[in-house]
């Protein structure tokens, strides 16, 4: 995104100051000239085009508007666009299908939550792809779960596990293309 070398993905953080907005955190990918990125300025632009298809769509079928996302040129190979590609398409086809009264503001919770466990390379560092957090973010809308409700919450778990057994199952280390 910097210089166009290759990433590097790091075992244990690395102080640094991300190259566009300035903030100091602790990253795990780099570049070998030390270039870091954070989430949100990497994130940027692919997910004003991710969002405008999104809420934008009237198609009622979740795999055609993730098609159309995933079609986008700027989208990255990896990265946690995917994982708001999967939950926002999932929520933007029911939707528009009408068997649940969402509205676009649901779709924008669902990208809001998926931000709150998705970050680059933590599929590898935590062992959980941010997709699984995004439909449990799905689910959790749909069943109305919080923290502390019985069956709403359980099913939301559930859900998840599912997800991640799924994805555990096909891919090797490029889980945001289902590849291995």
């Not at 870091?36 to 300025?41: E, G, I, P, Q």
């Not at 109305?144 to 991640?164: F, N, P």
Request: aromatic share 6%.
């Amino acid at each position: 995104m910097v210089c166009s070398s290759p990433l590097q993905y790091h075992t244990e953080a690395v102080d640094g100051i991300c190259h566009y907005c300035g903030n100091s955190d602790k990253w795990y990918i780099s570049c070998p000239d030390g270039h870091m990125v954070c989430d949100s300025c990497h994130n940027q632009q692919t997910m004003q085009r991710i969002e405008a298809i999104i809420l934008e769509t009237r198609s009622t079928d979740p795999f055609y508007i993730a098609e159309q996302c995933m079609d986008l040129g700027i989208l990255p190979m990896l990265g946690c666009q995917h994982t708001y590609i999967a939950g926002g398409a999932l929520m933007s086809a029911l939707k528009n299908e009408g068997t649940y009264t969402l509205t676009n503001d649901a779709v924008r919770e669902v990208f809001h939550r998926t931000g709150k466990q998705a970050h680059g390379g933590y599929c590898g560092l935590t062992g959980t792809c941010g997709i699984a957090p995004a439909l449990g973010a799905c689910i959790a809308i749909l069943a109305g779960s919080k923290c502390g409700l019985d069956r709403e919450q359980r099913l939301t778990m559930e859900l998840v596990a599912r997800v991640v057994r799924a994805i555990t199952e096909l891919t090797g280390p490029s889980c945001c293309k289902g590849q291995g």
